[in-house]
């Protein structure tokens, strides 16, 4: 059983259209987040939620607004893409909010804006 | 704020031989380590973490690592290198009482056969 889950695995589209991200955990986690990482492997942080609650949410365009539909998903929807929006995205799970937590992620997304 | 310096960007080494891969930090307050490793076109997945009590923690595939408060350091090592150690490893860092982690640009780790 996948624990958690990204879809779909590759995303190629032009500059200007719009495109989501689904990702699902059935781990029972209370918390899930959004990474981006870069073309020179740079992994930061995006955004967090807690049971569904906004919790982080770096400096990141808002362009990107991110949805938790409920605590086993989170999506990630991209508005008028950029080509600087290409990269590897994953989604991860932590049972809580504590940062000993360990976090688990899923196989990552990789976008390609042409 | 915290941060993270892994100062080799690649390491290569010979099959069977011993690899240490560096990673310091920074940070004003308690800490939480991790190292964390990719395999080539998957997700991080979890190789070990400290959080309190003894320094020197190890992972179930041979790798250690000690954590050094005085040079803020956290380095991983492996007396043995195999084949199936090639990945990138990244260390990360999150404060006490902060659910944020951040990541360090990551170590691609070579095994020469």
């Known amino acids: 059983d996948t624990a958690v889950s990204q879809t779909p695995k590759y995303l190629v589209t032009q500059m200007g259209n719009d495109k989501s991200i689904k990702c699902e955990q059935n781990?029972?986690?209370?918390?899930m987040y959004w990474y981006k990482q870069d073309s020179k492997k740079f992994l930061k942080i995006m955004f967090s939620?807690?049971?569904?609650?906004?919790?982080i949410n770096e400096t990141v365009p808002n362009r990107f607004s991110p949805k938790s539909p409920d605590k086993a998903h989170l999506n990630l929807h991209i508005n008028s893409l950029e080509l600087g929006d290409s990269a590897v995205y994953f989604c991860a799970s932590s049972p809580g909010l504590v940062g000993a937590d360990t976090q688990y992620f899923g196989p990552g997304t990789r976008l390609t804006v042409l | 704020a915290q941060s993270v310096t892994q100062l080799d960007s690649q390491v290569p080494v010979f099959e069977e031989a011993p690899v240490e891969l560096r990673c310091n930090y920074s940070s004003s307050v308690s800490v939480y380590l991790f190292w964390y490793v990719q395999y080539p076109n998957q997700g991080l997945q979890l190789l070990l973490k400290y959080l309190s009590g003894s320094t020197l923690v190890e992972s179930i595939n041979g790798f250690e690592a000690e954590f050094n408060k005085s040079q803020t350091s956290f380095h991983l090592r492996k007396p043995s290198v195999h084949i199936s150690d090639t990945a990138e490893y990244f260390c990360?860092?999150?404060?006490?009482?902060?659910?944020?982690?951040?990541f360090g640009t990551g170590t691609r780790l070579t095994i020469i056969p």
């Open positions: 939620y807690n049971n569904k609650e906004l919790i």
């Open positions: 781990l029972g986690h209370d918390t």
């Open positions: 990360a860092v999150a404060n006490f009482g902060n659910e944020k982690l951040t």
